[in-house]
Protein backbone atom coordinates (compact mmCIF):
# COMPACT_ATOMS: atom_id res chain seq x y z
CA UNK A 1 0.00 0.00 0.00
CA UNK A 2 1.51 3.47 -0.87
CA UNK A 3 1.68 5.59 2.03
CA UNK A 4 1.54 9.14 1.62
CA UNK A 5 4.36 11.60 3.02
CA UNK A 6 4.35 15.36 2.93
CA UNK A 7 6.99 16.13 5.02
CA UNK A 8 8.53 17.71 1.94
CA UNK A 9 6.48 20.91 3.27
CA UNK A 10 8.24 22.01 5.58
CA UNK A 11 11.69 21.67 4.21
CA UNK A 12 10.80 23.70 0.73
CA UNK A 13 8.32 25.87 1.92
CA UNK A 14 10.46 28.90 1.19
CA UNK A 15 10.59 27.81 -2.77
CA UNK A 16 7.25 26.79 -2.88
CA UNK A 17 6.43 30.52 -1.15
CA UNK A 18 8.94 31.84 -3.87
CA UNK A 19 6.67 30.24 -6.65
CA UNK A 20 3.79 31.91 -5.15
CA UNK A 21 4.75 34.97 -5.01
CA UNK A 22 5.85 34.55 -8.69
CA UNK A 23 2.83 33.31 -10.60
CA UNK A 24 1.32 36.08 -8.17
CA UNK A 25 3.68 38.31 -10.01
CA UNK A 26 2.76 37.56 -13.19
CA UNK A 27 -0.38 38.02 -12.68
CA UNK A 28 -0.77 41.09 -11.47
CA UNK A 29 2.28 42.24 -13.93
CA UNK A 30 -0.19 41.42 -16.83
CA UNK A 31 -4.20 42.08 -15.97
CA UNK A 32 -4.03 45.70 -16.55
CA UNK A 33 -1.74 46.43 -19.64
CA UNK A 34 -3.51 43.18 -20.89
CA UNK A 35 -6.55 45.02 -20.37
CA UNK A 36 -5.48 48.17 -22.17
CA UNK A 37 -4.46 46.29 -25.37
CA UNK A 38 -8.06 44.38 -25.52
CA UNK A 39 -9.69 47.73 -24.87
CA UNK A 40 -7.74 48.96 -28.09
CA UNK A 41 -7.68 46.62 -30.06
CA UNK A 42 -12.07 46.20 -29.21
CA UNK A 43 -11.83 49.84 -30.32
CA UNK A 44 -10.08 48.94 -33.48
CA UNK A 45 -12.00 46.48 -34.48
CA UNK A 46 -15.10 48.36 -33.81
CA UNK A 47 -14.69 52.13 -34.71
CA UNK A 48 -10.85 51.50 -36.50
CA UNK A 49 -10.36 52.18 -40.39
CA UNK A 50 -10.43 49.18 -42.30
CA UNK A 51 -6.93 48.15 -42.14
CA UNK A 52 -7.03 48.81 -38.13
CA UNK A 53 -10.10 46.18 -38.58
CA UNK A 54 -8.54 43.61 -40.47
CA UNK A 55 -5.07 43.64 -38.36
CA UNK A 56 -7.17 43.67 -35.06
CA UNK A 57 -9.10 41.02 -36.55
CA UNK A 58 -5.84 38.91 -37.66
CA UNK A 59 -4.55 39.48 -33.97
CA UNK A 60 -7.68 38.71 -32.56
CA UNK A 61 -7.84 35.30 -34.26
CA UNK A 62 -4.38 34.03 -34.47
CA UNK A 63 -4.05 34.36 -30.66
CA UNK A 64 -7.43 32.83 -30.25
CA UNK A 65 -7.14 29.89 -32.57
CA UNK A 66 -3.39 28.74 -31.31
CA UNK A 67 -2.15 27.30 -27.89
CA UNK A 68 -0.18 29.66 -25.65
CA UNK A 69 2.55 27.33 -25.53
CA UNK A 70 3.32 27.61 -28.71
CA UNK A 71 2.99 31.59 -28.37
CA UNK A 72 5.05 31.48 -25.42
CA UNK A 73 7.78 29.46 -27.34
CA UNK A 74 7.85 31.77 -30.59
CA UNK A 75 8.33 34.77 -28.32
CA UNK A 76 10.82 33.31 -26.10
CA UNK A 77 13.02 31.67 -28.12
CA UNK A 78 12.24 33.55 -31.42
CA UNK A 79 13.92 36.47 -29.17
CA UNK A 80 16.93 34.41 -28.14
CA UNK A 81 17.86 33.74 -31.97
CA UNK A 82 17.76 37.48 -32.87
CA UNK A 83 20.27 37.50 -29.94
CA UNK A 84 17.82 39.78 -27.84
CA UNK A 85 18.04 38.47 -24.60
CA UNK A 86 14.54 39.05 -22.38
CA UNK A 87 14.30 37.34 -18.95
CA UNK A 88 12.02 34.22 -18.37
CA UNK A 89 9.51 36.42 -16.05
CA UNK A 90 9.91 39.51 -19.16
CA UNK A 91 9.02 37.27 -22.01
CA UNK A 92 6.16 35.19 -19.81
CA UNK A 93 4.37 38.39 -19.08
CA UNK A 94 4.34 39.74 -23.01
CA UNK A 95 3.12 36.60 -24.02
CA UNK A 96 0.26 36.67 -21.67
CA UNK A 97 -0.49 40.45 -21.52
CA UNK A 98 -0.62 39.32 -25.98
CA UNK A 99 -2.45 36.13 -25.19
CA UNK A 100 -5.21 37.75 -22.61
CA UNK A 101 -5.45 40.76 -24.83
CA UNK A 102 -7.30 39.02 -27.47
CA UNK A 103 -9.51 37.62 -25.39
CA UNK A 104 -10.38 40.04 -23.43
CA UNK A 105 -11.21 42.25 -26.74
CA UNK A 106 -13.32 40.22 -27.65
CA UNK A 107 -15.27 40.14 -24.31
CA UNK A 108 -15.15 44.19 -24.45
CA UNK A 109 -16.41 44.25 -28.03
CA UNK A 110 -19.52 42.64 -26.60
CA UNK A 111 -19.30 45.06 -23.55
CA UNK A 112 -19.28 47.97 -26.17
CA UNK A 113 -22.04 46.50 -28.34
CA UNK A 114 -24.35 46.83 -25.43
CA UNK A 115 -24.39 50.17 -24.43
CA UNK A 116 -27.26 51.88 -25.61
CA UNK A 117 -27.22 54.52 -28.64
CA UNK A 118 -28.83 57.26 -27.13
CA UNK A 119 -25.20 57.51 -24.27
CA UNK A 120 -23.21 58.26 -27.26
CA UNK A 121 -25.70 60.79 -28.58
CA UNK A 122 -25.82 62.36 -25.60
CA UNK A 123 -22.22 62.74 -24.85
CA UNK A 124 -21.91 64.23 -27.97
CA UNK A 125 -24.79 66.71 -27.03
CA UNK A 126 -21.79 67.73 -24.53
CA UNK A 127 -19.78 67.92 -27.29
CA UNK A 128 -17.57 65.29 -25.76
CA UNK A 129 -14.77 64.61 -28.44
CA UNK A 130 -14.73 60.78 -29.86
CA UNK A 131 -11.96 60.53 -26.99
CA UNK A 132 -13.85 61.69 -24.60
CA UNK A 133 -16.56 59.87 -25.08
CA UNK A 134 -14.72 56.60 -25.24
CA UNK A 135 -13.09 57.00 -21.98
CA UNK A 136 -15.58 58.91 -19.91
CA UNK A 137 -19.14 57.17 -21.07
CA UNK A 138 -18.43 54.48 -23.14
CA UNK A 139 -15.27 52.04 -21.59
CA UNK A 140 -16.59 52.42 -17.77
CA UNK A 141 -20.06 51.28 -18.88
CA UNK A 142 -18.72 48.22 -20.79
CA UNK A 143 -16.02 47.37 -18.04
CA UNK A 144 -19.23 47.32 -15.74
CA UNK A 145 -21.28 44.66 -18.32
CA UNK A 146 -18.69 42.50 -19.03
CA UNK A 147 -16.86 42.29 -15.79
CA UNK A 148 -18.15 38.89 -14.14
CA UNK A 149 -16.15 37.41 -17.95
CA UNK A 150 -13.62 39.47 -17.51
CA UNK A 151 -12.82 38.39 -13.93
CA UNK A 152 -13.15 34.61 -15.45
CA UNK A 153 -10.69 35.38 -18.17
CA UNK A 154 -7.88 36.51 -15.79
CA UNK A 155 -8.34 33.91 -13.37
CA UNK A 156 -7.63 31.19 -16.51
CA UNK A 157 -4.56 33.75 -16.99
CA UNK A 158 -3.83 32.87 -13.83
CA UNK A 159 -3.70 29.53 -14.83
CA UNK A 160 -2.44 29.31 -18.06
CA UNK A 161 0.72 30.94 -15.88
CA UNK A 162 1.48 27.05 -14.46
CA UNK A 163 3.16 26.48 -18.28
CA UNK A 164 6.08 29.18 -18.11
CA UNK A 165 8.15 26.75 -16.30
CA UNK A 166 8.61 25.38 -19.54
CA UNK A 167 10.88 28.85 -20.17
CA UNK A 168 12.85 28.14 -17.04
CA UNK A 169 10.64 30.64 -15.05
CA UNK A 170 10.29 29.44 -11.40
CA UNK A 171 6.73 30.04 -10.90
CA UNK A 172 4.70 27.11 -8.75
CA UNK A 173 4.41 24.78 -11.31
CA UNK A 174 8.28 25.21 -11.58
CA UNK A 175 8.60 24.59 -8.21
CA UNK A 176 6.56 21.94 -7.68
CA UNK A 177 8.72 19.86 -10.74
CA UNK A 178 12.11 20.38 -8.45
CA UNK A 179 10.45 19.76 -5.10
CA UNK A 180 9.50 16.56 -6.71
CA UNK A 181 12.69 15.90 -8.69
CA UNK A 182 14.46 15.70 -5.39
CA UNK A 183 11.50 13.89 -2.74
CA UNK A 184 10.38 11.63 -5.86
CA UNK A 185 6.68 12.30 -4.17
CA UNK A 186 5.07 13.30 -7.37
CA UNK A 187 1.66 12.89 -6.07
CA UNK A 188 1.39 14.51 -3.23
CA UNK A 189 3.81 17.48 -4.44
CA UNK A 190 1.12 18.07 -7.45
CA UNK A 191 -2.10 17.44 -4.90
CA UNK A 192 -0.86 20.57 -2.41
CA UNK A 193 -0.08 22.61 -5.79
CA UNK A 194 -3.71 22.12 -7.03
CA UNK A 195 -4.59 23.12 -3.65
CA UNK A 196 -2.52 26.02 -3.56
CA UNK A 197 -3.99 27.21 -7.17
CA UNK A 198 -7.19 26.76 -6.03
CA UNK A 199 -6.82 29.17 -3.47
CA UNK A 200 -5.00 31.41 -5.67
CA UNK A 201 -8.08 31.53 -8.12
CA UNK A 202 -10.47 32.23 -5.32
CA UNK A 203 -8.34 34.93 -3.65
CA UNK A 204 -7.83 36.57 -7.25
CA UNK A 205 -12.25 36.60 -7.80
CA UNK A 206 -12.33 38.07 -4.51
CA UNK A 207 -9.83 40.84 -5.01
CA UNK A 208 -10.98 41.52 -8.76
CA UNK A 209 -14.85 41.45 -7.02
CA UNK A 210 -14.19 43.70 -4.43
CA UNK A 211 -12.14 45.99 -7.09
CA UNK A 212 -15.63 46.39 -8.90
CA UNK A 213 -17.35 47.23 -5.61
CA UNK A 214 -15.53 50.23 -5.06
CA UNK A 215 -15.21 51.69 -8.63
CA UNK A 216 -18.66 51.06 -9.62
CA UNK A 217 -20.45 52.98 -6.81
CA UNK A 218 -23.83 52.96 -9.06
CA UNK A 219 -23.89 49.49 -8.83
CA UNK A 220 -23.09 49.70 -5.02
CA UNK A 221 -25.89 52.65 -4.59
CA UNK A 222 -28.57 50.25 -6.52
CA UNK A 223 -27.57 47.65 -4.89
CA UNK A 224 -26.95 45.32 -8.51
CA UNK A 225 -24.96 42.23 -8.15
CA UNK A 226 -22.48 42.30 -10.76
CA UNK B 1 12.82 23.54 -47.52
CA UNK B 2 12.28 26.85 -44.87
CA UNK B 3 16.00 25.56 -43.57
CA UNK B 4 14.34 22.18 -42.62
CA UNK B 5 14.64 18.69 -44.22
CA UNK B 6 11.61 17.09 -45.22
CA UNK B 7 12.03 14.43 -42.70
CA UNK B 8 11.90 17.63 -40.10
CA UNK B 9 8.75 19.01 -41.10
CA UNK B 10 7.22 15.31 -41.18
CA UNK B 11 7.80 14.76 -37.64
CA UNK B 12 6.54 17.65 -36.81
CA UNK B 13 3.39 16.74 -38.54
CA UNK B 14 3.74 13.23 -36.83
CA UNK B 15 3.09 15.25 -33.68
CA UNK B 16 0.12 16.84 -34.96
CA UNK B 17 -1.30 13.33 -35.40
CA UNK B 18 -0.93 12.60 -32.47
CA UNK B 19 -2.64 15.96 -30.84
CA UNK B 20 -5.39 14.78 -32.81
CA UNK B 21 -5.72 11.79 -31.33
CA UNK B 22 -5.44 13.51 -27.88
CA UNK B 23 -8.08 15.75 -29.40
CA UNK B 24 -10.38 13.14 -29.76
CA UNK B 25 -9.71 11.21 -26.23
CA UNK B 26 -10.72 14.26 -24.55
CA UNK B 27 -13.54 14.79 -26.37
CA UNK B 28 -14.88 11.85 -26.25
CA UNK B 29 -13.78 11.40 -21.81
CA UNK B 30 -15.01 14.66 -21.94
CA UNK B 31 -18.32 13.46 -23.17
CA UNK B 32 -18.65 10.30 -21.31
CA UNK B 33 -17.84 12.24 -17.78
CA UNK B 34 -19.34 15.73 -18.96
CA UNK B 35 -23.09 13.98 -19.58
CA UNK B 36 -23.28 12.42 -16.01
CA UNK B 37 -21.78 15.30 -14.60
CA UNK B 38 -24.79 18.06 -16.45
CA UNK B 39 -27.83 15.58 -15.17
CA UNK B 40 -26.38 15.84 -11.52
CA UNK B 41 -26.12 19.10 -11.75
CA UNK B 42 -29.43 19.88 -12.69
CA UNK B 43 -30.65 17.07 -10.25
CA UNK B 44 -33.12 17.76 -7.87
CA UNK B 45 -31.20 15.61 -5.01
CA UNK B 46 -29.07 18.36 -3.32
CA UNK B 47 -26.06 15.94 -2.22
CA UNK B 48 -25.90 15.42 -6.06
CA UNK B 49 -25.96 18.96 -7.06
CA UNK B 50 -23.19 19.69 -4.02
CA UNK B 51 -20.81 16.67 -4.97
CA UNK B 52 -20.69 17.09 -8.83
CA UNK B 53 -20.63 21.51 -8.37
CA UNK B 54 -17.15 20.93 -6.03
CA UNK B 55 -15.51 18.71 -8.58
CA UNK B 56 -16.51 20.90 -11.37
CA UNK B 57 -15.30 23.89 -9.03
CA UNK B 58 -11.96 21.76 -8.35
CA UNK B 59 -11.43 20.81 -12.04
CA UNK B 60 -11.86 23.82 -13.14
CA UNK B 61 -9.75 26.20 -10.22
CA UNK B 62 -6.69 23.76 -10.95
CA UNK B 63 -4.72 24.61 -14.01
CA UNK B 64 -4.52 21.85 -16.34
CA UNK B 65 -0.89 21.31 -16.46
CA UNK B 66 -1.18 20.36 -12.91
CA UNK B 67 -4.18 17.96 -13.74
CA UNK B 68 -1.55 16.85 -16.09
CA UNK B 69 1.01 15.68 -13.91
CA UNK B 70 -1.66 14.78 -10.31
CA UNK B 71 -2.68 12.14 -13.10
CA UNK B 72 0.55 10.87 -14.30
CA UNK B 73 2.16 10.50 -11.00
CA UNK B 74 -1.01 9.07 -9.49
CA UNK B 75 -1.23 6.37 -12.08
CA UNK B 76 1.89 5.86 -11.09
CA UNK B 77 2.09 5.50 -7.49
CA UNK B 78 -0.75 2.72 -8.17
CA UNK B 79 1.82 0.60 -9.58
CA UNK B 80 1.27 0.82 -13.48
CA UNK B 81 3.18 1.93 -15.63
CA UNK B 82 1.28 2.95 -18.47
CA UNK B 83 2.12 5.78 -21.75
CA UNK B 84 1.89 9.45 -21.20
CA UNK B 85 -1.13 9.17 -23.65
CA UNK B 86 -3.34 7.44 -21.13
CA UNK B 87 -2.11 9.78 -18.22
CA UNK B 88 -2.66 12.67 -20.93
CA UNK B 89 -5.97 11.37 -22.07
CA UNK B 90 -7.40 10.78 -18.24
CA UNK B 91 -6.36 14.75 -17.30
CA UNK B 92 -8.01 15.33 -20.68
CA UNK B 93 -11.32 13.70 -19.55
CA UNK B 94 -11.53 15.74 -16.30
CA UNK B 95 -10.67 18.59 -17.67
CA UNK B 96 -13.00 18.74 -20.53
CA UNK B 97 -15.91 17.25 -18.84
CA UNK B 98 -15.74 19.49 -16.22
CA UNK B 99 -16.10 22.40 -18.37
CA UNK B 100 -18.47 20.23 -21.24
CA UNK B 101 -20.92 19.43 -17.93
CA UNK B 102 -21.47 23.22 -17.44
CA UNK B 103 -21.78 23.96 -20.73
CA UNK B 104 -24.61 21.23 -20.97
CA UNK B 105 -26.19 21.95 -17.54
CA UNK B 106 -27.08 25.45 -19.16
CA UNK B 107 -28.58 23.89 -22.64
CA UNK B 108 -30.24 21.63 -20.09
CA UNK B 109 -32.20 24.36 -17.81
CA UNK B 110 -32.27 26.59 -21.21
CA UNK B 111 -35.28 24.53 -22.26
CA UNK B 112 -38.03 26.26 -21.22
CA UNK B 113 -39.86 24.97 -18.03
CA UNK B 114 -43.27 24.72 -19.50
CA UNK B 115 -41.57 22.08 -22.02
CA UNK B 116 -41.24 19.75 -18.39
CA UNK B 117 -44.99 20.75 -17.99
CA UNK B 118 -46.47 20.36 -21.21
CA UNK B 119 -44.55 16.56 -21.32
CA UNK B 120 -45.97 15.51 -18.00
CA UNK B 121 -49.61 16.82 -18.76
CA UNK B 122 -49.16 13.83 -22.14
CA UNK B 123 -48.34 11.75 -19.09
CA UNK B 124 -44.60 10.77 -20.17
CA UNK B 125 -42.52 8.83 -16.90
CA UNK B 126 -39.74 11.14 -16.03
CA UNK B 127 -37.10 9.59 -18.32
CA UNK B 128 -39.57 9.86 -21.36
CA UNK B 129 -39.95 13.57 -20.75
CA UNK B 130 -36.09 14.02 -20.54
CA UNK B 131 -35.00 11.68 -23.27
CA UNK B 132 -38.00 12.43 -25.75
CA UNK B 133 -38.94 16.02 -25.20
CA UNK B 134 -36.31 18.23 -23.10
CA UNK B 135 -33.14 16.11 -24.91
CA UNK B 136 -33.59 16.91 -28.79
CA UNK B 137 -34.62 20.71 -27.95
CA UNK B 138 -31.33 20.92 -25.39
CA UNK B 139 -28.82 19.24 -28.11
CA UNK B 140 -30.13 21.91 -30.68
CA UNK B 141 -28.93 25.18 -27.94
CA UNK B 142 -25.61 22.96 -27.19
CA UNK B 143 -24.16 22.60 -30.76
CA UNK B 144 -22.63 25.67 -30.88
CA UNK B 145 -21.06 26.13 -27.33
CA UNK B 146 -19.66 22.22 -27.82
CA UNK B 147 -18.51 22.98 -31.07
CA UNK B 148 -16.47 26.51 -29.60
CA UNK B 149 -14.82 24.91 -26.57
CA UNK B 150 -13.57 21.76 -29.45
CA UNK B 151 -10.81 24.52 -30.37
CA UNK B 152 -10.29 25.05 -26.33
CA UNK B 153 -9.98 20.87 -26.28
CA UNK B 154 -7.61 21.34 -29.81
CA UNK B 155 -5.52 24.25 -27.89
CA UNK B 156 -5.05 22.64 -24.70
CA UNK B 157 -3.88 19.36 -25.15
CA UNK B 158 -0.49 21.24 -25.60
CA UNK B 159 0.24 21.05 -22.35
CA UNK B 160 0.78 17.75 -22.19
CA UNK B 161 4.20 18.29 -23.07
CA UNK B 162 4.64 18.84 -19.68
CA UNK B 163 4.55 14.97 -19.12
CA UNK B 164 6.37 14.31 -22.44
CA UNK B 165 3.63 13.74 -24.26
CA UNK B 166 4.68 13.30 -28.18
CA UNK B 167 1.94 15.62 -29.86
CA UNK B 168 2.38 19.21 -32.11
CA UNK B 169 3.81 21.35 -29.36
CA UNK B 170 6.48 18.56 -28.36
CA UNK B 171 7.62 17.70 -31.64
CA UNK B 172 8.15 21.28 -32.41
CA UNK B 173 10.07 21.71 -29.32
CA UNK B 174 12.72 18.92 -30.47
CA UNK B 175 12.81 19.98 -33.84
CA UNK B 176 13.67 23.94 -32.32
CA UNK B 177 16.27 22.19 -29.91
CA UNK B 178 17.74 20.67 -32.54
CA UNK B 179 17.97 23.44 -35.20
CA UNK B 180 17.34 26.59 -33.84
CA UNK B 181 14.93 27.99 -35.98
CA UNK B 182 12.72 28.98 -33.43
CA UNK B 183 10.42 31.41 -35.90
CA UNK B 184 9.96 28.44 -39.03
CA UNK B 185 9.17 25.79 -36.53
CA UNK B 186 6.82 27.16 -34.26
CA UNK B 187 5.28 29.25 -37.25
CA UNK B 188 4.63 26.01 -38.53
CA UNK B 189 2.88 24.71 -35.50
CA UNK B 190 1.34 27.42 -35.10
CA UNK B 191 -0.51 27.29 -38.37
CA UNK B 192 -0.88 23.70 -38.13
CA UNK B 193 -2.97 24.64 -34.45
CA UNK B 194 -4.66 27.39 -36.36
CA UNK B 195 -5.91 24.92 -39.26
CA UNK B 196 -7.41 22.77 -37.08
CA UNK B 197 -8.83 25.22 -34.59
CA UNK B 198 -9.90 28.06 -36.98
CA UNK B 199 -12.60 25.98 -39.41
CA UNK B 200 -14.04 25.12 -35.93
CA UNK B 201 -14.29 28.76 -34.23
CA UNK B 202 -15.78 29.85 -37.56
CA UNK B 203 -18.47 27.12 -37.53
CA UNK B 204 -18.92 27.87 -33.50
CA UNK B 205 -20.14 31.36 -34.98
CA UNK B 206 -22.24 30.15 -37.78
CA UNK B 207 -24.60 27.82 -35.93
CA UNK B 208 -24.57 30.59 -33.15
CA UNK B 209 -26.34 33.27 -35.73
CA UNK B 210 -28.13 30.13 -37.13
CA UNK B 211 -29.55 29.08 -33.62
CA UNK B 212 -30.50 32.94 -33.48
CA UNK B 213 -31.78 33.37 -36.28
CA UNK B 214 -34.41 31.01 -35.35
Same mark, same amino acid.
Given at each position: ?????????????????????????????????? $??????????????????????? !??????????????????? $????????????????????????????????????????????????????????????? @???????? &????????????????????????????????????????????????????????????????????????????????? | ?????????????????????????????????????????????????? !????? &??? !?????? /????? &?????????????????????????????????????????????????? @??????? /?????????????????????????????????????? $?????????????????????????????????????????? $????????
Amino acid at each position: MYEFDFSFLSDYLPDLINGVWLTIGMTVASILPG $FLLGTVVAVARLRGGPWAQRIAT !IYVEAIRNTPLIIQVFWLF $FGLASLQVHVGSFAAAVIALVINVGAYTAEIMRAGFQTIPRGQLEAASCLSLSPFQSLVYI @EVPQAVER &VYPALVSQFVLMMLATSIMSQISAEELTGVAYMIQSFTFRGFEVYLVIAVLYLGLASLLRVVLLGIAEVSFPRRRRLRTPL | MLGLTVQQIAYIFQGAGWTIVLSLLGFVGGTIFGLPLALARSARARWLRV !ISSGL &VQF !IQGVPL /PVIMF &VVYFGISIGGFEVPALVAAGLAMTLYAGAYLGEIWKGCIQAVPKTQWEAA @ECLALTK /PQRFVHVILPQALRIAIPPTVGFLVQIVKNTSYAVVIN $FFDLTYSAKVINNSTFKPFTVFTIAALIYFAICFPMSVMARR $FERKLHRN
